[in-house]
């Protein structure tokens, strides 16, 4: 008999080609070289709110925890994945009952960005970790607002995701960012089990 294996589902933007998460946020820039004893040697220069990454309180609020000050058990857990069109509200969150739940994804077609009051109704249902499929969590002009209450109540952020290949429902996601000391965001590559309450039944 076979042996069954978890189904994972790779909800990762590819670095290079990902939409950067600001106006002013540099491109990525790869470069190759051959090294004297031969073989590939790739050079990577990015910001760390480029692609799929994980911006720490840090990234909006001065003095607050970096990426590196988080166990690795933050970045993974179970999560609910959500449909959304346009920004969130507040009541919107209200409807949808997160009882139990600390780490949500928000699938919007690269809109799934929440306003002030969402923020605040996250914050007041446990939420410690919130991902989307755009670049940036945060309704402009108001991304500042929604930054600030998000830290302030230590819940980390996760941007830039591919989604479309998750559909609603609970997963179990595993997000590790790189290991960057005194850096208020990192890159990661993130994943969802997607047959996950099958072996936690």
């Not at 190759?32 to 909006?60: D, F, K, M, W």
């Not at 069109?85 to 929440?114: F, H, P, V």
């Not at 591919?162 to 997963?171: H, R, S």
Request: with cysteine; hydrophobic share 45%; proline share 4%.
């Amino acid at each position: 008999m076979a042996k069954q294996t978890m189904k994972w589902i790779d909800i990762s933007a590819e670095l290079l080609s990902a939409a950067p998460a600001y106006s002013d946020t540099p491109a990525v820039i790869h470069t190759e070289a051959q090294s004297e004893a031969g073989g590939r040697r790739s050079i990577l220069l990015c910001s760390v709110h480029n692609g799929t990454h994980i911006s720490a309180p840090a990234a909006y609020l001065e003095g607050a925890k970096t990426v590196d000050a988080y166990a690795p058990d933050r970045f993974l857990g179970e999560c609910r994945v959500v449909k959304a069109k346009g920004a969130l509200t507040g009541s919107w969150i209200d409807s949808m009952g997160l009882y139990r739940c600390d780490k949500l994804l928000i699938k919007g077609e690269g809109k799934g960005k929440i306003d002030p009051s969402a923020a605040e109704a996250l914050v007041d249902s446990g939420i410690k970790l919130v991902g989307t499929d755009a670049a940036s969590i945060g309704l402009e002009p108001m991304n500042a607002e929604v930054r600030r209450i998000l830290a302030e109540a230590d819940c980390l952020v996760l941007e830039g995701l591919n989604l479309e290949k998750a559909e609603m429902g609970t997963y179990f996601l595993l997000a590790q960012p790189l290991l960057i000391e005194g850096c208020e965001a990192a890159p990661c590559r993130a994943l969802l089990a997607e047959d996950y309450l099958y072996w936690n039944r």
